[in-house]
């Protein structure tokens, strides 16, 4: 009996050891640090980026107008195609401009007629006036019919340039090489004055980004800010760029503010009409005075008790504990939420997995 009771005390020992080895195990395996990213709150890290969506273009876009009214008898564009400086892109069919211009001509005519007579009269009369054999009054008459002949004659002249040009308002020319982005109007349609035409787009050796901002930020963007540009398909590169032009009227489509940024040092990767992502930088902007702590809107969450952000206590540089703290926000600027009361500054406040954080969880830091 001895013996036995000593081999069921030695195998609940070993048991118990493996036991609570198995368990520790266990333990070790649920030490697993949930990782955050944090910023320091009033520090020079608090960077104020914001990001906005884009498309690559090369050149810029000119709108090509009928500059008077007419049908379309003539159309030479597609959208796509590629068209030479000088090229004729389409023409009305103005019978009203085309009778106006050879209704001038026809004036022109008959003022030159009366003119030449009137030149060759006047130049007789002087010549018998002079002689002594015509009176003063037949002298003057004949100069003033001259001077009066030779004014209409220039009004004539006048009135052909201006229906030259009105008649030539029927006509659109490619003003540079370029490529046809749109074209609206078939031929026998009737369109009027201004009507839009074409768009094409012109190269001028850049490629570029049309970017539409927000009237919030719309302000704070000047011409050569620097920004950072991504392509989604041009994995891990960044491309440097700069504004080149804003928009000074806001779009009527998406009630935006459209703006060129263009690409320094492009890839031969980049296409027209590729989508990017153009990041900017308002931290130098950021309406921040004094002693005031600002933090972006995505670290602030709301419990039955009010504002409360995460911050990192404790630790070391790679790892703490996460202490949830309740916080006073006041007004909205455009770099974040104020914060009132609840922040010091150097606090580490965590940006990201809010919902998923616990008050006292052990993260790790990044």
Not at 81 to 110: C, F, I, M, P
Not at 116 to 124: D, L, M, V
Not at 181 to 189: A, H, P, R
């Amino acid at each position: 009996m001895n013996n036995q009771y000593q081999k069921v005390v030695i195998l609940a020992f070993v048991l118990s050891l493996v036991l609570g080895a198995c368990n520790q195990q266990e333990d070790e395996k649920e030490e697993v640090l949930r990782p955050v990213r944090y910023l320091v709150a009033g520090s020079s890290e608090t960077k104020e980026q914001r990001t906005f969506s884009g498309f690559a273009r090369v050149g810029s876009d000119v709108t090509l107008s009928f500059r008077t009214s007419g049908i379309i008898s003539e159309k030479n564009v597609v959208k796509g195609q590629s068209v030479k400086k000088g090229t004729l892109l389409g023409r009305l069919d103005n019978v009203e401009a085309q009778l106006a211009y050879e209704k001038a001509l026809s004036e022109l005519d008959r003022a030159q007629s009366d003119l030449s007579t009137s030149e060759t009269n006047f130049n007789r009369v002087k010549y018998l006036y002079e002689q002594g054999a015509k009176p003063l009054i037949e002298y003057e008459n004949a100069r003033n019919s001259y001077a009066s002949a030779k004014s209409q004659y220039e009004a004539a002249l006048r009135n052909v340039e201006i229906q030259k040009t009105q008649m030539d308002y029927g006509f659109i020319y490619a003003p540079r090489d370029g490529i046809v982005l749109e074209s609206d109007g078939d031929v026998n349609e009737r369109v009027n004055s201004g009507h839009e035409f074409v768009v094409l787009n012109v190269s001028d050796g850049r490629m570029k980004v049309i970017v539409n901002l927000p009237e919030v930020v719309i302000n704070r963007t000047r011409l050569n800010m620097p920004v950072e540009i991504r392509f989604p398909v041009i994995e891990g590169a960044t491309f440097k760029g700069k504004v080149i032009e804003i928009s000074p009227d806001i779009s009527d489509e998406s009630a935006t503010y459209p703006i060129d940024v263009e690409i320094i040092d492009p890839s031969e990767e980049i296409r027209p009409g590729m989508a990017a992502n153009v990041v900017f930088d308002f931290t130098e902007d950021k309406q921040t005075t004094g002693d005031q702590i600002i933090v972006p809107v995505n670290t602030v969450g709301e419990d039955a008790d009010g504002k409360f952000v995460f911050t990192v206590v404790a630790g070391d540089e790679t790892n703490g504990t996460v202490q949830k703290r309740h916080v006073e926000i006041g007004a909205l600027t455009t770099a974040g939420f104020e914060v009132l009361s609840g922040l010091s500054t150097g606090d580490k406040v965590v940006t990201a997995g809010l919902q998923t954080l616990l008050d006292g969880q052990k993260v790790r830091l990044q």
